[in-house]
């Protein structure tokens, strides 16, 4: 058993040849007109993403001050809103450097 599977090992190429080796992305394959409908449509994305997670963020904000006033103090739903509050922050960070993080992946990688 052991000698059929080293004799399947040697007859393995030692190395592959990556197939992508020096293709760049090019993403004018449309057109200006398309290149520049794509950037918008991903801009008004990337925009509505900051809106909702703002929005979000005072949900978690509002939830924790309504759990922590004088009259009726819950820590269980003040856990919960800084929960929202901390995840809707962290969305927002990243979605504001979001082309950061994408420039220093591609710098990184490429």
Known sequence: M????LSAVSRLPLAVDNPLDG???DFSFGGAEFTQLWQKVI???WAIAILISIVYLAFGLVAMAGASGDT?????QHAQGRKKA???AVSLA???GLALIVGAILSFVG
């Open 2 to 5: 052991n000698d059929l599977i």
């Open 23 to 25: 293709l760049i992305p």
């Open 43 to 45: 801009t008004a994305i």
């Open 72 to 76: 009726n103090p819950n820590p269980q």
């Open 86 to 88: 901390v995840w809707a």
């Open 94 to 96: 990243g979605l504001a």
